[in-house]
């Protein structure tokens, strides 16, 4: 929890130094926050995937796609031209019949929002502290930056830079020169 903590009071100095157990710490912690904040729209979807199971008409378009696995073509039409539009249309009378104006899933939606926009920067910060403790440079927190861009290539590469940075911030702490005092 100390983790968590230090990377809100720090969350927006990206000077200094951040250990291998703060920097998890905040990350462990926050994502798990996230996940209970999401609980109540992943309870939703869940409850209503099963009730589109339990529907005859989507089971049986279901049925005929997965027949046709093996011819790709017609397994994709079925898809996309019977399944797609018909999961939908259950989703919304689903969502439309069972649900208030302010259903457990829109309240579980906003909060996981809320919850990335407040940990954007203390993450960045903390990633900066973490790729500075661990003796490489902190551009490398721009993947994940690249990894959102809608351009294929630059997508893929930013995915492959994330996992590099994934990986440096497993390293241990890179040893420090010591500092000269001027004569």
């Not at 027949?67 to 019977?82: M, N, P």
Request: proline share 5%; with cysteine.
């Amino acid at each position: 929890m100390n983790a968590l903590f230090h990377g809100f009071r720090h969350y927006v100095d990206f000077r200094g130094r951040d250990t291998r157990s703060q920097f998890w710490g905040f990350v462990i912690a926050t994502h798990l926050i996230g996940m209970i904040l999401l609980l109540p729209m992943m309870m939703s979807m869940v409850d209503c995937y099963k009730a589109m199971l339990q529907d005859p008409a989507m089971m049986d378009v279901l049925g005929r796609a997965l027949e046709s696995v093996a011819d790709h073509d017609a397994f994709t039409r079925i898809l996309e031209e019977e399944y797609m539009p018909q999961a939908e249309q259950f989703a919304e009378n689903y969502y439309a019949g069972s649900a208030t104006a302010f259903s457990p899933a829109f309240f579980g939606a906003i909060l996981g929002a809320a919850w990335g926009a407040a940990i954007l920067l203390p993450t960045a910060a903390t990633t900066v502290r973490r790729l500075r403790d661990a003796g490489q440079s902190p551009w490398w927190a721009l993947g994940p930056v690249a990894a959102l861009l809608p351009v294929a290539a630059v997508s893929y590469a930013g995915m492959l830079v994330s996992l590099v940075t994934l990986v440096f911030c497993c390293l241990s702490s890179a040893k420090r020169e010591p500092e000269q005092k001027p004569a």
